[in-house]
């Protein structure tokens, strides 16, 4: 049996980030003797050029440390301040500077020359994300032949947003060195396809195989999913809910999301404020709760975004709250995922309303953790790819505050039948295509 490597930004060290992607992905690590490569988190100047071996888990781990300047330029600069904001459609929030490129193809070289020496010619290498595109290419420089698959989390650029990379034919050279390049939703895979014909002269009649760059490249759409069984258990045992409950007092909607400016969190809270401003019965009767930790606080888009939903928070709560109510808490820390767990389950709206978005995890999470007999309701964003499959939810246009405050209306006076039939159709979706499924239809494809 071929080894799976898998090669991500982050190594997933330690036991907290044991993640959706981990648990798909750790039993054909383990069932195939595979590896998983990343970044350590560590940032040193003497980055030593080997991978370094990190034992304790069912799989082999190995990782690598960065320098401050391959963080800057690397990380920082080509990864989050170039690809991140086009990706998202927000080309106006980039910082181009020459290094930034530089820096991250001597990285992604050197995560090649490091790869290469592990590597078996029957391997099956499982690329993650847009930190890495062009590994590939460094790859098969070195005479790699083995298979090469490549999975992006978050969405493609369209035609207009690619103009703005400092290189746009370049990403497609990159991609061309793959075997497969999976995406989330359809609308990336449209996204690609046209960008490819635009951008570098690809003509994708059939966009799922088509010849870009003097090679034959295989696309396809493989929507991740999350470890439903065991969200939904963790859920159903959290803390006490009619405890929390009192302690608020107040129906409960819920936001996570990293503090990120693609989440829309200033768009929702503008509709917060709306909704309160408009039907003042709903004071002392609705309050929301957002979960945002900190992410990337050394860009200054994200020190921005920062200053504006603090803001916003603030002068929600000056104009509305009472003795005995805070309609908007805003909390800046990660917590635990069983708590997290438990406060999607008390939460009678949960509210996902990103601007851009690959997929969305927390609108999977948010349906898993709910009781079937007396669910919340999701509203959820149509620039979430997770709006292809889950119709179901209150679907709204994030840059709209009256649609967005109407849906939070709607969802408050739900009757229970109508929130059961919407809950146990996105259910089915969420736990039918998990994320095992998705690691699977992938791996299948790639062959
Ligand atoms: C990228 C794409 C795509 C958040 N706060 C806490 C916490 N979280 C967890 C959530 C969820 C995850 O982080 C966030 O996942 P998302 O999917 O919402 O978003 P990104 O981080 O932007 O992820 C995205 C994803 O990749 C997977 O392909 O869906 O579109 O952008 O799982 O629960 N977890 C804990 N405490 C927190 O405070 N424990």
């Known amino acids: 049996m071929s080894r799976l490597i898998v090669v991500s930004n982050r190594l997933p060290l330690g036991d907290a980030p044991s993640g959706g992607l981990v648990v798909a992905l750790q039993d054909a690590l383990k069932s195939s003797g595979g590896v998983w490569v990343g970044f350590s988190g560590e940032v040193t100047p003497d980055a030593e050029p080997a991978l370094r071996s990190h034992p304790g888990a069912a799989f082999q781990r190995l990782s690598f440390d960065l320098t401050p300047d391959e963080h800057e330029t690397y990380y920082l600069g080509y990864s989050n301040s170039i690809l991140w904001p086009v990706c998202h459609g927000r080309p106006s929030l980039t910082r181009i500077l020459p290094e930034y490129l530089d820096g991250y193809d001597r990285v992604n070289a050197r995560i090649a020359r490091m790869l290469a020496r592990e590597l078996r010619p029957d391997d099956r290498i499982w690329v993650q994300d847009y930190h890495l595109f062009p590994l590939a290419a460094h790859l098969r420089a070195l005479g790699v032949t083995a298979r090469i698959g490549h999975f992006l989390h978050i969405s493609f650029p369209g035609p207009g947003d690619c103009a703005a990379l400092p290189n746009p034919g370049q990403l497609f050279d990159w991609l061309s060195h793959y075997d497969l390049i999976g995406f989330q939703a359809e609308r990336d895979l449209g996204a690609f396809a046209e960008s490819a014909r635009q951008l570098a002269g690809a003509d994708p009649a059939d966009p799922r195989h088509f010849d870009l760059c003097g090679r034959r490249v295989r696309a396809g759409v493989f929507p991740i999913g999350i470890d439903a069984d065991s969200f939904m258990a963790e859920a159903a045992c959290a803390p006490d809910s009619d405890r929390m409950r009192s302690l608020t007092g107040a129906k409960m909607m819920i936001g996570v999301d990293r503090l990120d400016y693609s989440k829309g969190i200033p768009q929702r809270f503008r509709a917060y404020q709306l909704l309160l401003d408009k039907i003042p019965d709903l004071h002392e009767k609705i309050s929301f709760l957002q979960i945002a930790p900190p992410t990337r606080g050394e860009v200054e888009a994200y020190q921005t975004i920062r200053e504006e939903t603090e803001h916003l928070a603030g ?77 179901q939810a209150l679907v709204i246009n994030p840059h709209d505050p009256t649609e967005m405050a109407a849906a939070m209306a709607e969802a408050m006076r739900m009757s229970k039948s ?30």
């Open 315 to 391: 002068r929600i709560n000056g104009q509305f709250a009472t003795l005995n109510w805070t309609p908007i808490r805003f909390i800046h820390r990660p917590f635990p995922r069983p708590v997290l767990a438990g406060l999607y389950r008390q939460a009678r709206i949960g509210l996902v309303t990103p601007l851009a978005d690959g997929m969305n995890l927390v609108a999977k999470e948010y349906v898993a953790a709910q009781d079937p007999q007396d669910p919340g309701v999701l509203i959820l964003s149509r620039f979430a790819g997770a709006a292809e499959t889950m119709q």
């Open 418 to 447: 109508e929130r059961r039939d919407q809950h146990a159709a996105l259910l089915r979706d969420v736990v039918d295509h998990d994320v095992a499924w998705w690691s699977d239809s992938y791996l299948k494809t790639l062959g």
